[in-house]
């Protein structure tokens, strides 16, 4: 009798330490499970370009510009399919609070028109490019200005090169892509879609040294009247 | 008595249970240890330019070109520290196996020494590029050529405007600068380098898509003799 209570007790301790080991992990299972749902995996996708041309009215229709309701399918005749072109917009226009963009040249009315609706919407967007381009035939920079979103640009002899778009302080957009329809329909161009915390902070950082050193008031860039003193 | 022995072969049990528990997660930390010695943190860097002008003898000098021994410190007036030129030098000339090169331009006399050097050593190396730049005035591709290098181009109006390298099928070196000294020098610029599985993956399709599709056999670049009949 003595030793059947002893050796009850001796399962019940093992069962009541195994039990006590095993909570944390079923815990942390758990807790994984729940994190696992709320968080998909970080964003990391290549765009090669040329891209297909494809209709890309469904992605930039501004609210109120077509019917009320759902807007309704583009019967235009070009392919409604996704291509880089629509990849690249839908991770732009995915943008809910800040855009940064640092851009060589930019003339594509489609990616001039994403960059207008998301100021629209309350996104602060900031325009860094090269003094060189924005003035060409077709650049969409004067549109982005005359529209009330902020551009600053180089004034010296080297190029500002840079072709990269930062989405949230969230998402980097980086490649060899000019935001140009030449470009996009046809060159050989790589951009990558990174949701990457440190790509994202160093190549912010480039972007706030340029922003400050682009500052107007240290533009030299209009030659000053001379003093008559 | 009784119940002492009862209370040591509770305490007994339960120690017992506790060790066989813990033992898989100490073994786990163990094994993870060797591992971390093992293998270090895949590379990821970003360079920006302007680099600084520094002297990249160093880097560059071949076997059998220096005396013999250590190369001697160079003693030209140019600053010997790291830039991101340097840096950029030294992440090619870690090739042992292979390169493959995809570039808009490559002019810069430091990027061919490295290039000829990796292919001296018996790397294989293999580049693309755009018809419209090879053959300027300082283009590094007529003299890779004359090295013994393999290279295509492109043949029709869309620029080749890829920037990216990729050193023994693990690194993948790219961005927006063309491999110019005047980019390098004077250009707002950036170039990722990233050890990285998927992307090395993605980049190498696309060089090996380009490198068919700009076989020489398919070339219709150089206008064809008119047939007499």
Redesign the interface.
């Known amino acids: 009798m ?1 030793r059947l ?2 050796q009850v ?2 399962v019940a ?2 069962g009541l ?2 039990a006590l ?2 909570l944390p992990s079923v815990l942390h299972w758990l807790r994984a499970g729940r994190r696992q749902q709320r968080r998909r995996p970080p964003r ?1 996708e ?1 765009l ?1 370009f ?1 891209s297909q041309v494809t209709c890309t009215e469904a992605l930039l229709q501004a609210p109120g510009e077509g019917p009320s309701g759902p807007p309704a399918g583009c019967l235009c005749s070009l392919p409604h399919g996704e291509s880089s072109l629509s990849r690249l917009l839908r991770a732009l226009l995915a943008a809910r609070a800040s855009l940064e963009l ?1 851009l ?1 040249a930019f003339s594509s009315p489609q990616l001039g028109r994403a960059v207008q609706l998301l100021h629209q919407r309350g996104v602060r967007v900031r325009v860094i490019t090269d003094c060189d381009y924005m003035a060409l035939n077709g650049s969409q920079i004067g549109l982005l200005r005359k529209a009330g979103i902020q551009v600053r640009h ?1 004034q ?9 778009a930062i989405v949230d302080k969230k998402v980097l957009i ?4 000019n935001w140009t329809t ?2 996009i ?6 951009v ?1 879609i990174m949701e990457d915390e ?2 994202v902070r ?2 912010l950082e ?1 972007f706030e040294r ?1 922003w400050e050193e682009f500052n107007p008031t240290k533009y030299t860039f209009f030659p000053q009247k001379k003093q008559s003193h």
């Not at 980086?174 to 892509?177: A, C, I, N, V």
């Open positions: 003595e209570r002893w007790a001796a301790t093992l330490a195994l080991e095993a990391r290549v090669f040329p640092c060589f180089d010296d002899l080297g190029y500002m090169h840079h072709k990269f980086t490649g060899s892509l030449q470009a329909q046809n060159n050989r161009e790589n990558l440190e790509y160093l190549f480039e340029i």
